[in-house]
């Protein structure tokens, strides 16, 4: 009997891949899907625009006051805190990441 493991090899090539430690920009977290999955906006940029924030730069972003950033979030997502929806974006990408071309 001869089994098909392409699946298996796939698999193992995305978890080498993933392992040790990795640094994911904003942008790659925070995709359309996940963004419209938790919100009434379709993507990342959209969910800023409405908080009423000028962010055009990685500093503007950061210079968002930390309470005023959380109380949007709370409000206009699904999510308690920021840092519990960084959190759910990486473990969906993450999976996306170990699930490629298997699906």
């Not at 960084?86 to 699930?99: P, W």
């Amino acid at each position: 009997m001869k089994f098909d493991l392409r699946g298996f090899d796939q698999l193992e090539k995305n978890l080498s891949e993933l392992s040790g430690a990795h640094s994911i920009p904003l942008d790659d977290l925070m995709i359309p899907g996940f963004i419209s999955s938790c919100s009434q906006y379709s993507n990342f940029e959209e969910l800023i625009e409405a908080s009423g924030f000028k962010v055009e730069t990685k500093e503007d972003f950061a210079a968002i006051p930390d309470q005023e950033w959380e109380q949007f979030i709370q409000t206009n997502t699904s999510y308690e805190s920021w840092i519990e929806m960084q959190e759910a974006a990486g473990v969906s990408h993450m999976e996306s990441k170990l699930f490629k071309g298997l699906k």
